[in-house]
């Protein structure tokens, strides 16, 4: 996985994965050449020595890395992700907050512990949950405890893994680290280098009173923060409030019904709180303790509701498919994600295409609460010219929840298609087999026209045949795909969509319209 952002020359590796930094990427390169490791289309690096791997000791060769993967960067997203983050974090300090240095993108978080170390077992088994809970969500995260920001800062940016550093020792600690990590511009440390100023406590062995002439304010201002003859202070996240509630009992609970009138309950007060708010749930998390260990319940909405009759059956739903014979004695509903109500104006005559939209996504939240998130599906485009490799197939709430929190007037299930898709879905089956069968046919040469397909072993006559439409694929690809569409119409009334290949002349079925 490679980044890239637009600059003068084109765009440029702004961050990669490990695996991309193996085969030799780094930021700053131009993405032409970092994408020039991988050979098209077959996802193995380019040999770098004088020629390429081979077997040894008759061992195969290792197995080809993934092809590479790049993505436009989005600073913006990246920035508001951050503070999610920042947030999230409030459930180990009150006071977080996201850097800003005003010269690059941030890339840390603060969190002031002063007396919440003893909630946590001490600073040190603080930050040991910390790194665990982003571990659990896919984070590589570096942390310091320092007494002040920037030493904070600089300890975690060029520490080893893990850094406290007890009260009164700072300074002793940054000694060795370079001047890079006191947050100043790279001009100010080009210029340091040149002088032989590498680390802290090289600059701190300068006159103080000659730094400021030399080098400007900022260098100085620095060196006192991380030091702490200078406050700094970082701006603090909104404290957000957990919606949740929870619901205990001294006998186990087992029956459905019983289930069903305390999430009323529950969920009634959270509604409440969300209309206040004038806010909707998207998702909500129902938690539950019992004799043994029973598995959590994620509704997820396509948009934001305060329906509650909807979420009522949807929870009924799901609760079909877990065993209460045991009992419970706590449930607890947890507001995971919630969005902005649409306003939605009163008109004389009701709207059919609005009310039909809204059926459709209650419908598929239905159908996913009862068999499954991962059994509804829906098809997103992609840019291939195989039909086959043209989509792919997601879970419907997932993209759809997402887009409704972002947009929550806009209906998330359903697009408005422009011209040329109106168009392309003319021509397109509304059947398509993953993988096209192969057919016998009957016909006239040298047109080369269809008379009779036989597919498992049933012919078929062809009474009308339209085409053809030829798809080929780009020079870029290893193996080149020619074909050559016609869609055609049978005796028994049926329409396929079937192709030649140019390369073998041989004839497959697609799909059927």
Partial sequence: MVFAERARAGLRVIACSREAARMGVRPGWPLAEALALWPTGTGAPRPTGTGAPQRTGGMPSPPAPAPAIWRRSDPEADRQALHAVAQACQRYAPLTGVEDSGQNPPEAIFLDIAGCEHLHGGERKLLQDLMKDFARQGYEAQSAVAETVGAAWALAHHGNGMVSVPAGQQQGALQGLPVAALRIAPEICEALRQLQVLTIGDLQ???????????GKELLRRLDEALGTRPETFAAEKFVEPLSRAWTTEYPLASQRGLDEVFRQLLDSLLETLAVRRAGLLDLRCEFTGERPIEPIVLRLSRPTGDEKHLRQ??????????????ILKMTLEVERVGWLAERSRSLFDDEEEQSGRAVEGLLERLCSRLGEQAVLRSVDLPDPLPERSFRLEPCLAAAASAGAASASTSTLREVPGPMERLRARHRPCRLLLKPQRLDVLSIMPENRLLRVIWHGQSQAVTRIWGPERIETGWWRTQDVRRDYYRLETDRGEHWWVFRRLDSGAWFLHGWF
């Fill in 314 to 327: 949807l929870f009924s739903l799901r609760c079909e498919r877990h065993d209460w014979a045991a009992g």
């Fill in 205 to 215: 062995r300068l006159p103080r009173i000659s730094l400021p002439s030399r080098f």
